[in-house]
């Protein structure tokens, strides 16, 4: 259950996360997880193919940078991508809230 | 599974141009040496990994398409240079061509032109539309020319033979067809 959920709001997760500022695949997948309390733990390598969505989408930009010797992809949210975020953060609190209000 | 082994499945898997491969990839890579011990298995089955970056198709790259006019223009121009060292001098004044000959080279420039104009455009808005048309109007210049270098050998003896006429255009013709799947984000049906 928790997968078919996290697959419809998996493009809402990724850009939250990364409005906090720029990251890496796998910092933005360990911030999911750690900001879920462990509850979104999906196979890590689906994070990319979503977050090359989002990019070919013009909401988020990418480039190559290198720490400590390692090469990482970073990936920043775009102005668009805010504007995205915005929208996709009205819709899921007027769901939460509907969803809420009958099963409570 | 080791990752080596992993990527390979993975690229095995993948169908997407070589620059977009190197890519996914390489992050992949990236990920699986800070994942450590059990990375490959988090990172889930390299089909259904490779599956998903399928779905998405290849994104244009209409820098790219418009860099490939922009070579092949170079390409073209010095093919132009090569051809006119090796063929005999026309055998008719100025501005008497048959066959159309003068026009048929007038509108080879215009699309030549065009093709510079438009790819210099592609490079600085990136717009897929006109790296496209910018490989149109290069494939266009090729298509133009050859017509003339044929019609041209046939009215001057001792010209370069048709053959190697042909070989030359196909050779300019790839740049195009290459920079306008690139530019359109076609993508190549096997891995």
């Not at chain 1, 500022?21 to 979104?40: D, W």
């Not at chain 1, 720490?67 to 953060?89: D, I, K, M, W």
């Not at chain 2, 990527?7 to 996914?24: C, K, N, T």
């Amino acid at each position: 259950m928790h997968g078919e959920l996290l697959k419809g709001n998996l493009e809402l997760l990724l850009l939250a996360v990364l409005a906090d500022g720029p990251r890496h695949g796998y910092a933005v997948i360990e911030a999911l997880r750690a900001r879920s309390g462990g509850t979104f733990d999906l196979p890590e390598g689906t994070v990319y193919p979503a977050l090359h969505r989002l990019e070919a989408g013009a909401l988020l930009t990418s480039a190559w940078s290198t720490e400590s010797g390692r090469r990482r992809r970073v990936y920043s949210v775009t102005r668009r991508g805010r504007r995205e975020l915005a929208a996709l953060r009205d819709t899921w609190r007027g769901f939460n809230d509907a969803v809420a209000a009958v099963v409570t | 599974m080791t990752t080596e082994r992993y990527l390979a499945e993975l690229s095995g898997h993948l169908h997407a141009w070589p620059l977009r491969r190197r890519r996914i990839l390489a992050e992949a890579r990236s990920h699986l040496e800070e994942a450590g011990e059990g990375g490959v298995e988090r990172f889930g089955d390299p089909a259904d990994v490779a599956a998903r970056f399928n779905e998405l198709g290849t994104p244009p790259q209409p820098r790219l398409g418009a860099l490939a006019a922009l070579l092949g223009s170079v390409f073209v121009f010095g093919a132009v240079q090569g051809l006119e060292n090796r063929i005999p001098p026309a055998p008719w004044p100025e501005g008497a061509a048959p066959g159309g000959l003068e026009t048929l080279f007038a509108l080879a420039t215009v699309c030549y032109l065009a093709t510079l104009v438009l790819a210099a455009a592609a490079l600085v808005v990136r717009l897929p539309a006109l790296s496209l048309a910018a490989c149109s109007a290069l494939g266009a210049t090729v298509l133009l020319l050859a017509v003339h270098a044929f019609r041209r050998a046939d009215f001057v003896a001792g010209s370069p033979p048709a053959w190697q006429l042909a070989l030359v255009a196909l050779a300019a013709l790839t740049p195009p067809v290459v920079g306008a799947a690139v530019a359109t984000g076609a993508r190549p049906q096997r891995s």
